[in-house]
T-cell receptor, first 110, second 114 residues
Framework: QKEVEQDPGPLSVPEGAIVSLNCTYS??????FMWYRQYSRKGPELLMY????GNKEDGRFTAQVDKSSKYISLFIRDSQPSDSATYLC??????????FGSGTRLLVRP | ETGVTQTPRHLVMGMTNKKSLKCEQH?????MYWYKQSAKKPLELMFV???????ENNSVPSRFSPECPNSSHLFLHLHTLQPEDSALYLC?????????????FGEGSWLTVV
């Protein structure tokens, strides 16, 4: 079993839709949770960073962490074609090592 | 502009060549990383340097040789690579190697081994 599971997609939605991206994990020691966005042929860009459980909102983006279910989500409201990218979840415990999901490809259709 | 600059952006090399990837960070960070990203696979951590000292070698074959002359610069020396080494190589940095520090990536170097 992989430490972090992420549906590869692709996920195709119309412009303006609410997008939900998810990851599950198996290591209950994970405390730090991140979402990165990666455009084609570019490096990953940090979108959201959350410590422990709860929600965090930044503009159209909301990150949720449910440690009891070992489940994290990223919601994108009013999705735009410019949101089309691969979204990577990443997490770590008290050590330095960051574990990534394999990424979900999102396509927002105009 | 992420503050982490990688060169070259694209590299094609033969299996007998020797080449190097370069990374420079302008963020004042003390930890630098090399990651490998292959198609449909999660990012793989290769090497970690913290205050210029290598603290992690994630079972990487010796045909990949890192060098960190100072906290701002990181190199990945490549020799006698295999076609399966073709991938996107990402450099990253963080404040230091602590648990809460976020990692910032460069744009990557696309490597094709022929």
């Amino acid at each position: 079993q992989k430490e972090v599971e992420q549906d590869p997609g692709p996920l195709s939605v119309p412009e303006g839709a609410i997008v939900s991206l998810n990851c599950t994990y198996s290591n209950s020691a994970f405390q730090y949770f991140m979402w990165y966005r990666q455009y084609s042929r570019k490096g990953p860009e940090l979108l959201m960073y959350t410590y422990s459980s709860g929600n965090k909102e930044d503009g159209r983006f909301t990150a949720q962490v449910d440690k009891s279910s070992k489940y994290i989500s990223l919601f994108i409201r009013d999705s735009q074609p410019s949101d089309s990218a691969t979204y990577l979840c990443a997490m770590k415990d008290s050590s330095y090592k960051l574990i990534f999901g394999s990424g979900t490809r999102l396509l927002v259709r105009p | 502009e992420t503050g982490v600059t990688q060169t070259p952006r694209h590299l094609v090399m033969g299996m007998t060549n020797k080449k190097s990837l370069k990374c420079e960070q302008h963020l004042g960070h003390n930890a630098m990383y090399w990651y490998k990203q292959s198609a449909k696979k999660p990012l793989e951590l290769m090497f970690v340097y913290n205050f210029k000292e290598q603290t992690e070698n994630n079972s990487v074959p010796s045909r990949f040789s890192p060098e960190c002359p100072n906290s701002s610069h990181l190199f990945l020396h490549l020799h006698t690579l295999q076609p399966e080494d073709s991938a996107l190589y990402l450099c990253a940095s963080s404040q230091d190697h602590g648990s809460g520090n976020t990692i910032y990536f460069g744009e990557g170097s696309w490597l094709t081994v022929v």
